[in-house]
């Protein structure tokens, strides 16, 4: 049936993504006039009510199909995983033989295993949608919205709102919000990685130079939802949105789940370690006591309680439980988790990489020096800077407002009367500059570019020194070099300015042009540390994270800014030096070298995979179109709200506020939560070690078995409610000093040292039951059994408490009040079935009191072995959990 399925949803894949190809191939080979004319629109655009009216016909620009985000997926995720479904198969079992066959139906085991699977998957369920919950809340605070004409107008609106027949303006770093058509383009290269896999840009034309046999991501005036800007400037119109783009009808076989982390798949590993004991048990307890005792029907139902014993249902729930408490209690420090797993990860980070500007700097640029190559203050290079800032059309940095914001301080707006502008040359991170073509009132025109100082320096043949242009020769290079050189060690930012009269009277310009220019100055800014960067990179330090910074700006703002913040500047590379190093060099380099200036996009990515090479678990901070690439590789991608499109739209976790602070808090949360998940973990796997061998050892040697299917089935039940505290617990502050990664040789070490503790006193639990209460034979089986599972469930609930910290329970570290009250509410239960007439409801006998000091001596006497047998796996281990 699921072939079925498939195959029927595969076919419907096709015929979707056909439609779709259909009808954006035959857009593509329109004139921009036809286009208008087809989608109803024209280039200034739709009115509000046009677009009002769209929006009901079209629905929002979402795409729905293979979304997973959703309750139903939820509540499927919930319900069904391995475990339930065990439990399940054991309880239609059950029904049959206690209802159906039986000559007197019994519903009470059936009621008791529906009840574990509808327990563990309400919690599931319940804190899946508290964690989802609160992202939506927080989601709604992104801001990720696209320049758009409407009523004559360009305003931004939210990406969602944009409908067929929109007009878009599209500028580096914005992420393409629907499939469109390009009317303009200028140098446009779009990203389109996660359609085609094709990780190098493409170049984009508004004019029709496509072939009917290539294919339509090779299209070159088409540009597809899921894509982004790279460089350059572009307008077009919206042809399709939501699930009619070619990324919605693509939307369910795109949908693969990601790959699983570390911590993931030692989860997946113990999950079938422990269902392959549960299966090893399972026939060898039925052969044992069917063949002892001659009684296959109750050894069969014994067999099957054991496998509903041992099998870990509450897995899935403390996973995801404690995974969503953490997603809360970042969401309460404005903290967005786009993705669970991210917050374990974040735990198990070593290394955090870094962009410098915006995130260790205030990211609140300010303008401080305009100056010749003499380095005396000349307001003619602001006036230049300031006709390139305001007339490029690409994504207004930083650097651009701080130039307007100084210029009309100086109320220099009057000469934008004077000029227009005839084209562009916008900026990458290849060329690191970009360039205006100006004309003035006169036909004059003139070229002013600005960019990093050394790529300026290299396209320059001139360099103007007090009014006169003189050829750039060694000695002019050397003196500019000199004052770029003194104030960038003063920790300016620093930009050249350039400018060149001789330009071509009519045609496209390109990069070409930008040749033979002639220097005429430089731009200082400063942009000071957080105040909190240097106490957040101290913070992590001492939680085991090393904090590196991977920054495209020169290397003398690098060293001022990272001195102040308390990196380590003793060793610094260049992008020069990266792209002169082999990956074998560069895994060495990354070992000492914490921090690394004047990066390009790639060469980020590449440092970040060579930590990863390295054996680190990597983080990466950062809020520019340069940080995508860096960004998409690291272990753990974390952005701001006012990041770019592609950023945001790329990290795993979304920092509402620039607080560097909240990186520590990640940091401890993401240990707490695999602390929590480790303590059920390691208790699981050595519980369920311990219980089989001492199932095995009381099917061979007592003449009835040890408990019934309904006992074993109630004392489960009680554990797993006792362990619904875990997720809610706190973790030791020793802990949390350093980074968490999976060891399955540290869990199955504790699983040979506590397995067989529990199973020795039980076995002494046995022997007092057999001996001193005198329950040794089958009419007082109830009576034995009473006592196993009075002691059973109480030994349980204690070793919780002894595994969760590795200091002495209780004295030296507290459990959390969700704890206390679940085990308490537990203990106090199963010694009131014991030890009443409560025990007759599960075909026990009540206990003498007589068993009670044993009970409290045997208790007593695991504890403090268990304490022992603790003390000494920390010396040899060196560690607990």
């Keep these: 049936m699921n072939f079925i399925n498939r195959k029927i949803r595969g076919g419907q894949i096709q015929k979707n993504k056909h439609d779709t190809e259909f009808k954006l191939r035959s857009y593509a080979s329109l004139t921009a006039e036809e286009l208008f004319t087809h989608l109803s629109s024209t280039c200034a655009g739709l009115t509000g009510q046009d677009a009002e009216n769209r929006q009901d016909e079209f629905g929002k620009n979402v795409i729905t199909i293979g979304n997973k985000n959703t309750m139903l997926h939820r509540l499927k995720e919930a319900v069904i995983n391995p475990f339930n479904i065990i439990l399940l198969l054991v309880a239609v079992v059950t029904y049959f033989t206690d209802v159906v066959a039986s000559k007197k139906p019994d519903y009470l085991t059936v009621s008791i295993i529906l009840s574990l699977v509808f327990l563990s998957s309400l919690v599931a369920f319940v804190q899946n949608q508290r964690s989802n919950a609160a992202a939506e809340q927080l989601s709604k605070m992104i801001s990720n919205k696209t320049s758009v004409w409407r009523d004559g107008k360009l305003i931004e609106i939210p990406m969602d709102e944009i409908v067929p027949g929109d007009i878009v303006r599209l500028s580096a770093g914005d992420m393409l919000p629907a499939d469109v058509r390009f009317l303009t383009t200028k140098d446009t290269f779009v990203a389109q990685a996660a359609l085609t896999g094709e990780s190098n840009p ?22 597809f939802m899921g894509s982004n800007i790279v460089s350059g400037s572009a307008k077009a119109i919206v042809l399709t949105t939501g699930n009619n783009t070619y990324f919605g009808s693509m939307a369910k076989s795109l949908s693969g789940d990601r790959a699983k982390t570390s911590f993931e798949y030692g989860v997946s590993s113990v999950s079938k370690l422990l269902l392959r004991m549960m299966l090893f048990m399972v026939p060898i307890v039925f052969l044992i006591n069917g063949l002892l005792k001659n009684d296959w029907p109750n050894s069969l139902l014994f067999a099957v309680s054991i496998a509903v014993g041992l099998t870990p249902e509450m897995l899935p729930v403390i996973m995801t439980s404690t995974l969503a408490k953490g997603a809360i209690t970042m969401s309460k420090h404005k903290v967005i988790v786009r993705t669970l797993g991210a917050i374990q990860t974040f735990g198990e980070m070593d290394v955090l990489c870094t962009d410098k500007t915006g995130t260790l700097t205030e990211d609140k640029i300010a303008l401080e020096k305009y100056m010749n190559v003499h380095g005396e203050d000349d307001v003619r290079i602001l006036r230049h800077a300031y006709l390139n800032s305001y007339f490029q059309t690409g994504l207004k940095n930083l650097i651009d407002i701080a130039v307007i914001n100084r210029a009309a301080k100086y109320g220099l707006e009057n000469i934008l009367d004077n000029y227009s502008c005839v084209d562009e040359i916008p900026f990458d991170f290849s060329r690191r500059r970009m360039s205006v073509v100006l004309t003035d009132k006169t036909g004059k025109r003139q070229l002013i570019t600005k960019g990093a100082v050394e790529e300026m320096i290299a396209i320059s043949s001139f360099v103007e020194i007090r009014g006169r242009v003189l050829p750039m020769d060694e000695e002019t290079r050397r003196m500019a070099l000199a004052t770029y050189e003194k104030h960038n060690a003063d920790g300016l930012r620093m930009i050249a300015v350039a400018q060149k009269n001789e330009v071509p009277g009519s045609g496209v310009f390109g990069v070409n042009d930008e040749r033979n220019m002639v220097l005429i100055g430089f731009l200082g800014f400063l942009d000071p540390p957080k105040e909190s960067a240097k106490a957040a990179i101290t913070a992590l330090k001492e939680h085991g994270v090393r904090t590196v910074v991977l920054t495209g700006d020169s290397e003398g703002v690098a060293l001022k800014v990272c001195g102040k913040v308390g990196v380590n500047t003793s060793h610094l590379i260049t992008g020069r030096d990266v792209e002169r190093m082999d990956d074998a060099v560069l895994l060495d380099a990354v070992n000492t070298c914490d921090l690394f200036a004047k990066l390009s996009p790639s060469q980020k990515e590449r440092v970040v995979k060579a930590f990863q090479t390295a054996g680190h678990t990597v983080g990466y901070l950062g809020d520019g179109i340069n940080d995508a690439p860096a960004l998409r590789q690291a272990d753990v991608g974390i952005s701001v709200d006012s990041a770019v499109d592609i950023a945001k739209e790329t990290a795993d976790i979304i920092l509402l506020e620039k607080d560097l602070m909240v990186l520590e808090e990640g940091v401890i949360e993401g240990r707490r939560t695999f602390g929590n998940i480790i ?3 390691k208790m699981a796997t ?13 099917s061979i040697f007592l003449p009835f078995l040890p408990m019934l299917p309904v006992q074993i089935l109630t004392q489960n039940f009680l554990c797993d409610f006792s362990q619904m505290g875990i997720p809610f617990d706190s973790v030791d502050k020793e802990y949390i000093k350093k980074p968490r990664k999976w060891e399955t040789h540290s869990i199955k070490s504790f699983m040979a040292y506590m397995g067989p503790l529990s199973s020795v006193f039980d076995i002494l639990c046995f022997a007092v039951l057999w001996w001193a209460i005198g329950a040794n034979h089958t009419e007082l089986a109830p009576l034995f059994q009473s006592g196993w599972f009075v002691f059973g469930t109480v030994s349980q609930v204690l070793v919780i408490h002894i595994i969760r910290t590795g200091r002495v329970p209780f004295l030296q570290s507290k459990p959390s ?16 079935v014991g030890f009443t007439k409560l025990a007759i409801g599960i075909d026990m006998m009540p206990l003498p009191v007589a068993f009670a000091p044993w009970l409290v001596l045997i208790l007593a006497g ?12 920390i010396r040899r281990y060196k560690e607990w959990l």
């Design 202 to 223: 493409v170049e984009k034309f508004s004019d029709l130079r496509n072939k009917q046999d290539d294919a339509l991501t090779d299209f070159r005036n088409i540009a």
């Design 679 to 681: 303590k059920y973990i």
């Design 686 to 698: 050595s519980g369920n070690f311990g219980n089989m061998i001492s199932v095995i050892a009381a």
């Design 817 to 832: 009040i969700p704890l206390i009250v679940s085990s308490l509410i537990v203990v106090v239960v199963a010694i009131a």
């Design 862 to 873: 695991y504890f403090l072995f268990a304490q022992l047998i603790k003390t000494l796996y």
